[in-house]
Antibody, heavy 120, light 107 residues
Framework: QVQLKESGPGLVQPSQTLSLTCTVS????????VHWVRQPPGKGLEWMGR???????SYNSALKSRLSISRDTSKNQVFLKMNSLQTDDTGTYYC??????????????WGQGVMVTVSS | DIQMTQSPSFLSATVGDRVTINCKAS??????LNWYQQKLGEAPKRLIY???SLQTGIPSRFSGSGSGTDYTLTISSLQPEDVATYFC?????????FGAGTKLELK
């Protein structure tokens, strides 16, 4: 069945780089796009960026200068790297998916999320 | 960027009530609007996609409607397990944007 699972460190120091992994199963990264979405504690959701099925990427302009998304299709993994972390980057980070040409699939499955705290 | 204005921010209702939550987009989003339910400590769960399509496994008391810039989620008869925060999401164009959320509680 379809699964997405985020992993990464729970604590990152200010000014350091966050590295997260989304491991997927039950679908192919060459047919689906994978997105990253984050949620500060007690607040709403923010779309961060996506890895497209063909390897292209797109980013939220508010984060573009700090964010990089990559993938390893052989391992069914999508990676997020964000540098220069500050305390307002604290929150839960999710990966989710959509299909290359089926709008009915948009953000249907989500990972369970990984909580990241930025603190010294 | 498309702004999504969701209302109300907080809603208190009684079991059996009909509940409506609204999202207004800053421009036409062509019915590319999803609704999600999020319970404390959990990932969002998709309820409705493309304005009015019910996600498999979601009870039929949930429904969606709308067009253009205005969209509504309706719970026809509120149940205790519906206590949660609800979000809308537009996926008409990037960056994809969410409403700020409606926290639904039992009166």
């Amino acid at each position: 069945q379809v699964q997405l699972k985020e992993s990464g460190p729970g604590l990152v120091q200010p000014s350091q780089t966050l590295s997260l992994t989304c491991t997927v199963s039950g679908f192919s990264l060459t047919s689906y796009n994978v997105h990253w979405v984050r949620q500060p504690p007690g607040k709403g959701l923010e779309w961060m960026g996506r890895m497209r099925y063909n390897g292209d990427t797109s980013y939220n302009s508010a984060l573009k200068s700090r964010l990089s998304i990559s993938r390893d299709t052989s391992k069914n993994q999508v990676f997020l790297k964000m540098n220069s972390l500050q305390t307002d980057d604290t929150g839960t980070y999710y990966c989710t998916r959509d299909h290359r040409n089926n709008y009915g699939v948009f953000f249907d499955y989500w990972g369970q999320g990984v909580m990241v705290t930025v603190s010294s | 960027d498309i702004q999504m204005t969701q209302s109300p921010s907080f809603l208190s209702a009684t079991v059996g009530d009909r509940v409506t939550i609204n999202c207004k987009a800053s421009q036409n989003i062509n019915k590319y609007l999803n609704w999600y339910q999020q319970k404390l400590g959990e990932a969002p769960k998709r309820l409705i996609y493309n304005t009015n399509s019910l996600q498999t496994g979601i009870p039929s008391r949930f429904s969606g409607s709308g067009s253009g810039t205005d969209y509504t989620l309706t719970i026809s008869s509120l149940q205790p397990e519906d206590v949660a925060t609800y979000f809308c999401l537009q996926h008409n164009s990037g960056p994809y944007t969410f409403g700020a959320g409606t926290k639904l509680e039992l009166k």
